[in-house]
């Protein structure tokens, strides 16, 4: 029977234009982080998580510039990746620019602190400013 292990959020900008933050070219910035309670997990631990960020791109946008939300295993940029979100953009992107991701960790292994870690992280090649909403929500199973 499947059995609900822990459920949090990591809430940094709740709405839309709430926070005005640069974010530099070619930089990562963890967005949010969640830490879920594993004690008692069965052999199988799976995680869904979802996230969203919102940014402003500047009016005149080179080919070739990305901006990535990814979900990652830790509290660092570069630490395992579990997923990501990429929006290539294209000259006609300007302005707002909102990214969703939604992922599963599946048969995560368990760690040794009973805590498992999860950080939500937003890069671009081109200079943007967060705007919000940002938020990062993580649920953990297992059987």
Known sequence: MTKLLDARTSQNA?????????LAANTSAVIGSIGLNVTGAG????VILNGIATVSLPTEI???????LSVVRGIAP????VGNE??????LDSGIQILNITISDYNVPYPP?????YSLVLFSTIGC??????SFNAVAYSD
């Open 62 to 68: 080179p080919p070739g510039e990305v901006v990535l």
């Open 78 to 81: 570069d630490e395992t990746v």
């Open 14 to 22: 709740s709405f839309a234009d709430s926070i005005s933050i640069p």
């Open 113 to 117: 602190s009973n805590e498992l870690v």
């Open 129 to 134: 400013v967060r705007v919000g909403p940002e």
């Open 43 to 46: 052999d199988l631990i799976r």
């Open 86 to 91: 990429a929006i290539p953009l294209t000259p």
